[in-house]
C-alpha cells in the first residue's frame, strides 16, 4: 500500500509546487484568507468532497484578534481582483475564512486533519536573492507574507484531498480535512472548534513545515505546547491642560507605564515556566495635554493552561490597579489565545512507524519533541482527547536556505510537501484499515 500512496503522491508534486507557489504570491493574513479559502473550497467541490465553510465551521463569539469590518472588506475585495473563486466567495465574507472538507466512505473511523492557510503580517524581502522573488512568487500583498510555510499546509491539505480521491476504493469511514484561518496570534482554532466540525472526530493530526531541521526528518508528535492569552488592554482618563489644570485629568499615559513596569514584576513560578510580554505601548496626543488614552498590547504563557491563567488572572489585576490609581477605567479586549497540549504517545508512536516506511523520510525522531512555541491547534487537540479520541502534531524537516520563520527571507524546501502528504494519507488509510 505504500508504494502505491508513494507513486500518486510523486505524480501529484508538481501540483504542489504550483499550489504553494501560487498561496505564496497572493498571501493573505488571518481571517482575511478570502481568495485562498475559495479556492481550496473550489478544489474540494471539484475533488468530490462535500464542503462546508463560512459560518458553518466559524463560531462567531470564538473569532478572536478580527479586523476591523473595513480592513475585512477592503481585503475581500481585493481577493475578488486576484482572482477568487466567485461561486465559494461570499459565504467568506466578513471573515467566515474556514473551509471542510467531507469525504465519507461508509462505516468506519472519523479522521480530522488541519491545515493552517494564514500569512504573517509583515513584508516579504525583495532581495533578488530571495527565491521566491527569483521565480517570481513573491507575495504581491503588502504586509502580507507567508514566512511560516502555511502556504505550504494549504497545499499539502489539497494534495491529500487529492491522494485521497485516487485511493477512495480502499477508504472505510470518513476523512474531514479541515483548513483553519488566523493560527497566526492563535485566533482560529477555538471558532473553528465552536461550530462543533469536530466532535466527532476519533483521530486529529496536523504537521508545521520547519525551517529548523533538514528535509527527510520528521517527528511523530510534539509533546508540549505552551498556552498563552494576547490581549489588549485600553486605558482611558480624561484630559486636561497640562499648564492651566493639571489636577482636573485623569493620566492614562501613566497608569500605562505603571502597569507596564509592574507585569514585568510578577513573580516566577515554582510549578513551571511563564512568560510575560508588553509589546507595545500607545498613549497620549499632545505635548500639552494630560493624556487620556493608552493602549497596550500584551502577551501572557505558561507550561501549562493554569500556569498561564495565573499569569493572565496577575496581570489584569495589575491593569485594573495602574488604571485605578489615576482615576482611569480600564477595558481588556482578547486577540488571541491557545491552551496547553501534548500530543498522544500511542498516536505519535503510531505515525513514526509509518514515517519508517515512508521513502522520503530519512531521519525519524522517537518519541515526542519539545518546543517554546504555542499553537491553536490544541484546542482541536482538546476537543477530540475529551471525547476520548487521540490526536497528534508531526513536526516535519523542511530547511532550505537556514531563515526562521516570521522572517523576510523565510523559505522552505518544497520538497518536504511529498513527505507530509504520504504521511498524512499512509495514517488515515492506516487507521481505516487496522484500527
Ligand atoms: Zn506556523
Known amino acids: 500500500m505504500i508504494t502505491r500512496i508513494e507513486q500518486i503522491v510523486d505524480a501529484l508534486e508538481p501540483q504542489l509546487i504550483e499550489q504553494r507557489r501560487d498561496f505564496h504570491k497572493y ?9 485562498t479559502a475559495s479556492l481550496i473550497a473550489r478544489k474540494l467541490h471539484d475533488l468530490g468532497f462535500e464542503v462546508k465553510l463560512g459560518r458553518d465551521v466559524v463560531r462567531e463569539a470564538d473569532r478572536m484578534g478580527v479586523p476591523d469590518e473595513a480592513t475585512l472588506e477592503k481585503h475581500y475585495q481585493r481577493a475578488r481582483e486576484q482572482g477568487a473563486d466567485p ?12 473551509v471542510v472538507g467531507i469525504l465519507r466512505c461508509g462505516e468506519g473511523p472519523v479522521i480530522g486533519m488541519r491545515f493552517d492557510i494564514d500569512a504573517v503580517d509583515m513584508t516579504e524581502s525583495q532581495s533578488p536573492e530571495h527565491r521566491p522573488v527569483r521565480e517570481g512568487f513573491a507575495s504581491v500583498n503588502p504586509e502580507a507574507m507567508h514566512s511560516c510555510g502555511h502556504d505550504g499546509h494549504a497545499s499539502i491539505g489539497l494534495g491529500v484531498a487529492a491522494a485521497l480521491v485516487e485511493l477512495k476504493d480502499q477508504l472505510r469511514g470518513t476523512v474531514k480535512l479541515v483548513f483553519q484561518p488566523a493560527e497566526e496570534g492563535v485566533r482560529g482554532a477555538k471558532a473553528v472548534v465552536g461550530s462543533g466540525i ?3 472526530v476519533q483521530y486529529m493530526f496536523a504537521a508545521h513545515l ?19 492569552s494576547k490581549f489588549d488592554a485600553f486605558i482611558t482618563g480624561a484630559p486636561a491642560h497640562a499648564g492651566g489644570k493639571p489636577e482636573g485629568g485623569h493620566n492614562a499615559l501613566l497608569a500605562a507605564a505603571t502597569a507596564a513596569i509592574n507585569l514585568y514584576a510578577i513573580p516566577r513560578h515554582s510549578q513551571g515556566a511563564t512568560r510575560i510580554n508588553v509589546g507595545r505601548l500607545q498613549a497620549g496626543t499632545g505635548r500639552n495635554v494630560i493624556p487620556a488614552q493608552a493602549h497596550l498590547a500584551i502577551e501572557t504563557r505558561g507550561y501549562t493552561s493554569e500556569l498561564e491563567q495565573h499569569m493572565y488572572n496577575y496581570a489584569v489585576r495589575i491593569l485594573e490597579n495602574a488604571a485605578a490609581m489615576h482615576g482611569c477605567t480600564l477595558e481588556v479586549r482578547a486577540m488571541g489565545g491557545a491552551i496547553s497540549g501534548k500530543s498522544d504517545i500511542e498516536l505519535a508512536d503510531r505515525t513514526r512507524r509509518i514515517a519508517q516506511r515512508i521513502s522520503d523520510f530519512t531521519h525519524v525522531h522517537p518519541g515526542l519533541s519539545g518546543g517554546g512555541g504555542s499553537e491553536d491547534y490544541t484546542y482541536m487537540m482538546a476537543r477530540v482527547q475529551a471525547n476520548g479520541g487521540q490526536a497528534t502534531f508531526i513536526s ?17 524546501d518544497e520538497r518536504a510537501m511529498r513527505g507530509a502528504v504520504k504521511l498524512f494519507v499512509a495514517s488515515a488509510l492506516d487507521i481505516m484499515q487496522n484500527r
Open 210 to 228: 520547519g525551517s529548523g531541521s533538514p528535509t527527510g526528518s520528521v517527528a511523530g508528535g510534539r509533546g508540549s505546547f505552551l498556552a498563552t
Open 396 to 412: 516535519i524537516g523542511a530547511d532550505i536556505n537556514g531563515a526562521g520563520h516570521h522572517t523576510a527571507e523565510f523559505d522552505f
Open 198 to 200: 469536530l466532535d466527532d
Open 27 to 35: 498571501a493573505e493574513s488571518g481571517w482575511t484568507e478570502f481568495r
Open 87 to 98: 461561486e465559494f466567495l461570499p459565504a467568506l465574507r466578513g471573515g467566515f475564512t474556514g
